[in-house]
DNA sequence: GATGAATGAGACTTCATTCAT
DNA sequence: TATGAATGAAGTCTCATTCAT
């Protein structure tokens, strides 16, 4: 096996296991076993556990910035670009339903609450969001609220409406996913 | 101490800890500790760990559907019942932050998971909203989506929001927080 | 058994274990076992495994302060008070061979690297030897050399000796006592 | 790199983390990190760990001894050749801390007990010291005493000051070297 | 020959739960 | 009834040693 693959079959393992049992149901071992290497090993890749849960939290936060930057054009309304946005979100984490509850386990845990901040702040994808919002304003045309609660009207229903998803309370169907952000939007615009 | 104040002061202490410090930053000796009691008498209020708080959320969400329903009217217009129902929702979690972190910790656990269904199907408090939608729909003020979507639409930015407020990332006051739920209203309105 | 006879076992084991095998050989596992109790027991009694063999240590020391005070007569000649001193400390040492291997252990470890300078301070008995090594060279009895070097010429032969006799390199009697300590003070005295 | 410059590499990186941490800081891993070569070379040199350490122990050993001959005239009077070797070792023991350090974990460890009877039975410089107190005890200038016990008078002392000038309790000056000799010749005098 | 990634036994410590007092 | 000492399973991490490259 490839140096670095080892390395993906450990955070593979990781994902899977903290998304389907939490943090508790994932302790070394089992993630070693899962990846198919010694529990030592583990420690070749990663210094402590800790950095082995925030890396693989870095590796998916990116992918998901990459993913949701595809086919993003800058210069559209903002309207559109909001749709393109949320929609391009929503259709990766409902795709990807293990990565969406890693997220979640992580964000509420104590790994994650350092970086609740971040995505205030507007890091990663977060700033496209924010530049909509900011330009809306200018122009009156979406509402003069503060960044934090119009990202909460943003980001509340769409992670909401994936977990119920992933749970199999519904079934988002893509006419279904295009109704849900324009309603997100009707909640932000003016 | 009387038999029934005692277990109110385990389920206190557990909210404090658990809300303060998660699940991994509450075992039982502190608890008790705290409740000022032998660790082995909690074992005479509760079976187990995890009865104590599952019955430590059960409380706190009838406590919560009382609250809400507090000057509720049934038979005023369905976006009046709206803005009713969710300005007291988050002026209650954003006055009781130990009690909006226990139940974030709580739905994010392995205890949380079998519950979650309940809310979709509309016990408690989530009955009322489930007649505003149905009304709402047959009268066509609100957008006809799968219930689901509209509970993620009511919810997600709700418990965001609620979140940041804790977290310190904003400060809801009252104008805000109408100008907040009436955000809301206009994503789930026709 | 008694609350603090459980403690004492586990003091006990440790110092049987560390004596005959080193801080190697004394896993807490093993010092349970041979304590008679479960390895989680340990921890309700020290906090952790170095405070336990620190705490061995303090008793042992203090142990043997008492011992090597007992008779000792502060206005008797100087002589007879480093003889008194010097004999009751061997004796001691050699009657218990555990205490003199476990200090041995201890002072060579980073456990015991933090109370070396408390020797030479003069923490303990040193005190007393500290008196008779002032005495004695305002007295111009015992050499003008510094403190430290006293405590050397000393402790050195001492415990060197205590240690042959241990290992059975040599039978310490009564008259071979009495021999070594006055060659000690040979080697002090003007 | 020549073979036997490389085995050289190894056992001064094992003495200096040895001398400098303990056993416990000298992981294969950190010895073979600071000696320039990958961990599993030093299998290649020495068969494992315990072997590593010995033969260390065994190259000092005969360094020293080396050391201490220099010089050494068999055929001056005894307190002479008593003070020469005495001064000699002194010296070498403070001028190379590390190796002193060394020898004093070894000697305090499972892997140095067995080391310990050499001494007595008089390999190595001991045999020296043996001779002259044998001399010594046939000529009455030296005490009649066991072997085992001039050895701790002459010893003893020396290593306890070696040990207090390397921990920087006192600065051993050649004045102060001569003295200190004196005094333990005093001790084994008659 | 040399390397260093891989291993897994074993160390310390925590904690839910029991039970004698 | 109430207590809290006792337990031991389970968790994280280290490290001597091996072996494929």
Redo the contacts between chains.
């Keep these: 096996m490839a140096i670095s693959a080892k390395r993906q079959e450990i955070l593979h393992a990781a994902l899977e296991l903290i998304a389907e049992?939490?943090f508790?149901?994932a302790p070394i071992a089992s993630i070693a076993e899962r990846a198919g290497v010694g529990a030592g090993s583990i420690y070749r890749y990663f210094k402590n556990k800790d950095i082995l849960i925030t890396e693989l939290f870095m590796e998916l936060h990116n992918k998901i910035c990459a993913e949701v930057l595809e086919g993003y054009e800058i210069d559209k309304p903002l309207r559109q670009r909001f749709l393109h946005l949320s929609t391009s979100l929503l259709r990766y984490l409902i795709a990807n339903p293990m990565v969406f509850r890693y997220l979640?386990?992580f964000h509420?845990?104590?790994y994650g609450t350092a970086y609740?901040?971040d995505r205030?702040l507007g890091k990663g994808e977060g700033d496209l969001y924010r530049m909509i919002f900011e330009e809306g304003a200018a122009q009156q045309v979406t509402?003069n609220?503060?960044l934090?609660?119009l990202?909460?009207?943003t980001?509340?229903?769409?992670?909401?409406?994936a977990r119920?998803h992933i749970?199999g309370?519904?079934e988002l169907d893509e006419p279904?996913i295009t109704?849900?952000t324009q309603?997100?939007w009707?909640?932000?615009?003016m």
Tied chains: 1, 2, 3, 4.
């Design positions: 049992h939490g508790h149901g979640e386990q509420n845990s104590p609740r901040r205030i509402k609220l503060p934090v609660v990202f909460a009207l980001f509340g229903p769409l992670l909401a409406v119920d749970l309370f519904i279904l109704q849900f309603a997100c009707d909640g932000i615009k």
